[in-house]
């Protein structure tokens, strides 16, 4: 199973006194990749993988606080 998904935001007012925040746009995508399959008492194992922010967009989702920048989240799943 693969995934792509765009987050796309416009620049928004912030509190009084303080410049608007930027909009910014971020592309993820990931996917899951079944490992061993299901059999009897033992455990289904899936391996997940998403990359975040591809584009390694600089940006603050909330105005003063950066986001990170392109990184990557690995683990594995099990399923009985």
């Known amino acids: 199973n693969l995934f792509a998904q765009a987050n796309v935001v416009s620049s928004q007012f912030e509190a009084n ?7 910014y746009y971020r592309l993820d995508a990931g996917g ?7 059999r009897g008492s033992f ?14 967009q600089s940006y603050m989702e909330v105005f ?16 009985f």
């Open 32 to 38: 899951t990749y079944r490992l061993i399959e299901k």
């Open 17 to 23: 006194g303080t410049p608007r925040n930027d909009g």
């Open 64 to 79: 003063g606080f950066r986001a990170l920048h392109f990184n990557f989240l690995a683990g594995l799943q099990t399923r």
């Open 43 to 56: 455990p289904a194992v899936d391996l997940t993988a998403r990359v975040n922010n591809l584009t390694d």
